[in-house]
């Protein structure tokens, strides 16, 4: 759970981002009927470190961060801003989450012709910690 | 216990002593994990029975493992490879010397962890010679 919130906080208190979105920052799916540009974020990977008898509480998680917008410029700039929020950032405490790294992977552009929303979902490796 | 226990247990103890973050439970470090820190990842060995005098040499490998971060990572752990150096070599006996005989330091190897980019893992290889008399471990 830690990894949501961290990413949650990362994403939160990037003030480039909110300037974009306010807060449309949504896990793992858009509200009904939703106001864009909005942004979700879900674990679509995750595992943690193995001792012999018990694990040390090191853990990652892939994260992916979907941009929703009706402008494919605008979509760019709200991507934009999530990866600064995110890329690197690391030896941080989010929201009393201590987060060792994070690096983002890579970005998928695309467009749903029936609703004419733009979407990018990137995609990020956090390293963070478990109680 | 074996006198590969003894031996492991006393570097440990010798480490720790010098103020170092040793663990022996994984043969590697994790990439994010709080460093300086040192694995002991204990090897093979190799014996050098002397016939008719009652005695079995044996070469103990091992490993230490040392991970550190920093902006050039290959070097980070310099501070703390050195620090164990000294603290192994202060006694090459090991204070063991009823049947420890030597210990000589065989090779470095320097590498980045592939998840962490800042971390430098150093692994420096050691080999020990302890005599048993047959017939016992």
């Known amino acids: 759970m830690n990894e949501y919130i961290a990413v949650r906080g990362l994403l939160g208190q990037a003030g480039a981002l909110t300037a974009l979105i306010g ?109 | 216990m074996t006198q590969t226990e003894t031996i492991t247990a006393q570097i440990v103890t010798i480490l720790k002593g010098a103020g170092l973050t040793v663990r022996d439970d994984t043969d590697a470090l994790y990439s994010f994990e709080y460093k300086p820190c040192i694995v002991i990842d204990v090897g093979d ?48 006996q090991l204070g063991l010397s009823d049947f420890v005989v030597d210990l000589n330091v065989k090779q470095i190897q320097r590498a980045i962890d592939a998840e962490n980019p800042a971390a430098g893992i150093t692994r420096v290889a050691y080999q020990i010679k302890y005599r048993v008399e047959e017939g016992t471990a």
């Not at chain 1, 853990?59 to 979907?66: H, I, K, L, T, Y």
């Not at chain 1, 917008?69 to 690197?88: G, M, Q």
């Open chain 2, 45 to 92: 060995e190799l014996a050098d029975p002397v016939f008719g005098q009652g005695y079995i040499y044996w070469n103990l490998n091992f490993d230490l493992l040392i991970g550190a971060d920093g902006e050039n990572p290959k070097l980070a752990p310099e501070s703390t490879r050195k620090a164990a150096h000294e603290a192994l070599y202060a006694d090459r």
């Open chain 1, 23 to 131: 807060t449309r920052l949504y896990p793992d799916v858009l509200p009904d009927n939703p106001v864009y540009p909005a942004v979700t974020f879900q674990k679509t990977d995750g595992g943690n470190e193995v001792g012999s008898v018990s694990n040390p509480g090191i853990c990652w998680a892939e994260m992916q961060v979907s941009t929703w917008s009706k402008s494919r410029i605008e979509a760019a700039a709200i991507v934009k801003a999530a990866s600064a929020a995110l890329d690197r950032a690391r030896l941080v405490t989010v929201a009393g989450v201590q987060v060792d790294d994070c690096f983002w992977l890579f970005d998928t552009d695309d467009h749903d012709g029936e609703t004419r929303i733009y979407f990018t979902h990137s995609k990020f490796k956090i390293h963070y910690r478990e109680p």
